[in-house]
């Protein structure tokens, strides 16, 4: 429970897209659905349109990626990644993501379960035209499913429990 | 439909002798991937397969996307179905994909276009005069102008030069291309013996200063030197043997594997692929010396080794 202690995040960026391809857009809150996904988002379990939708997983329900890993790869490869382009739902600040597999933590008021990491993937490099894959390696995010919705706001805090 | 993007056509109107223009957007109206000035798209055509056409937009223009298509009388089946599309259609297509790009760097750039050939053009030219470029646009046409309302500020502010070859004699390109200097970049886009004319006027060029586009893939000469191979995929480790001068793309799918093609000609970049092992033969026209270091086009590409590894 180490992961646990000394942590404490908050939401920086929130995106959404209702369909594979296409940008992710910012949104000031977004609606976390219990089970299913974010309202709009091309990954909410029912009405998939992704493009990983062919191989459904619960832990795509909302998908995390830090701040710090964006500030890496400019100050590493010189290369830089904008928070609507890693493709994932909610950039966190402060939150040790790749610690925290298989563990529930608070995502503003709603819970969420971590089930894996996020791995990255060609897809996301045909779509920027920028060779990120092997910068994202071991640092792509974290994949997780809804246990209690609501709706999710810039700058909400997460904790863990 | 994940695998692809679903489009809509917004608007659909004649742009010229025999052109049909489509505006194409998401369904609800949700922004488009950015596209590099040059980029084609691939529009997947019921019954018959992905047909490329060049997206002459501004690339600027974030929400629709436009493609201007030709009817061709021989006709594989695209731009008949082009013809044929409604407002409100729908349409899928794959990622746009850019082979020919503009140069960065380059103080002018030349470009020469042959009737239909103008469209990778008119997306590059708002992005020039953007950013304040030296261009000059060759449009070599026969009759009525492709595209008119496309061209006209272009054609009134001297930046497009349109030449009618059914009321003066067709320029030569040498004239039109002017010697090769340091800064300067030349494009063709057009029919196969304008890019051949091109090519021969530009061939002494330095590397890399004269970029052509095809509209259809040069007809490649059999190999006399190919020789038998195995394939093998590193995922899987599933193999399969070419036989010589046999199709890479054809023992892929034999083997399963989903890859996208269009032009099965080696220029529009579809069937892509990293490579791992072995000393393929790349016969394509769109990778560059770099991108030949670590992939190939799976429609035209051979192997000098006895083994290629690929990523799949």
């Not at chain 1, 830089?80 to 298989?102: A, D, K, S």
């Not at chain 2, 950015?34 to 019954?47: I, N, S």
């Not at chain 2, 599933?238 to 093609?261: F, H, I, N, Q, Y």
């Not at chain 2, 394509?284 to 290629?308: K, Y």
Request: net charge neutral; charged share 20%; glycine share 10%.
């Amino acid at each position: 429970m180490i992961a646990s202690l000394g942590w404490n995040g908050v939401v920086s960026h929130l995106h959404i897209t209702p369909r594979a391809f296409l940008p992710m857009q910012a949104q000031a809150a977004i609606e976390l659905v219990a089970g299913e996904g974010i309202v709009g988002d091309r990954y909410r379990i029912g009405t998939e349109t992704g493009f990983y939708s062919e191989k459904p997983e619960e832990g795509r329900q909302v998908t995390l990626f830090e701040a710090e890993v964006l500030e890496a790869i400019l100050r590493d490869y010189k290369m830089e990644i904008l928070p609507e382009e890693h493709r994932r739902n909610v950039t966190t600040t402060g939150v040790p993501l790749n610690h925290l597999v298989g563990q529930r933590f608070r995502l503003g008021d709603c819970l969420v379960e971590a089930t894996r990491l996020s791995i990255p993937c060609r897809h996301i490099e045909e779509i920027l035209g920028k060779p990120v894959f092997d910068p994202l390696v071991h640092r792509s995010g974290l994949n997780c499913k809804i246990l209690e919705g609501g709706t999710l706001r810039v700058g909400d805090a997460i904790r863990p429990l | 439909m994940a695998r692809h993007i679903e489009l809509r056509v917004a608007e659909a109107r004649p742009a010229g002798p025999g052109i049909r223009r489509l505006t194409l957007r998401d369904p609800d109206g949700w922004p488009l991937p950015r596209v590099r000035p040059g980029a084609h798209l691939d529009l997947h055509v019921p019954g018959v397969g992905p047909r490329a056409y060049s997206l002459c937009g501004d690339p600027s223009v974030q929400d629709a996307w436009t493609v201007a298509v030709k009817l061709e009388a021989e006709s594989r089946g695209g731009s008949t179905w082009v013809h044929g599309l409604r407002e409100g259609d729908p349409v899928a297509a794959s990622m746009p994909r850019c082979t020919f790009p503009l140069a960065k760097g380059a103080a002018r750039h030349v470009m020469i276009a042959g009737g239909i050939g103008v469209t990778p053009f008119l997306a590059m030219a708002p992005v020039l005069e953007r950013a304040g470029a030296g261009w000059t646009l060759h449009l070599l046409h026969r009759g009525a102008l492709p595209c008119p309302d496309e061209l006209a500020r272009w054609l009134a502010s001297g930046r497009a030069v349109a030449h009618d070859t059914a009321v003066t004699p067709r320029p030569s390109l040498d004239a039109l291309l002017g010697p090769w200097q340091p800064g300067l970049q030349a494009y063709c886009c057009g029919p196969l013996a304008m890019i051949d004319a091109f090519e021969q006027a530009t061939a002494a060029w330095p590397s890399g200063t004269a970029r052509a586009e095809h509209f259809v893939p040069p007809i490649l000469a059999p190999d006399p030197s190919a020789r038998p191979y195995t394939l093998v995929l590193a995922g899987s480790g599933a193999a399969a043997d070419v036989a010589a001068g046999g199709s890479m793309l054809a023992a892929l799918r034999a083997l399963g594997t989903k890859v996208e093609a269009s032009c099965e000609g080696g220029i529009c970049g579809a069937c892509k692929m990293r490579w791992l092992e072995g000393e393929p033969i790349h016969r394509d026209r769109v990778l560059t010396p770099e991108e030949r270091q670590t992939h190939l086009m799976a429609c035209v590409a051979g192997c000098a080794s006895e083994r290629l590894v690929l990523e799949a």
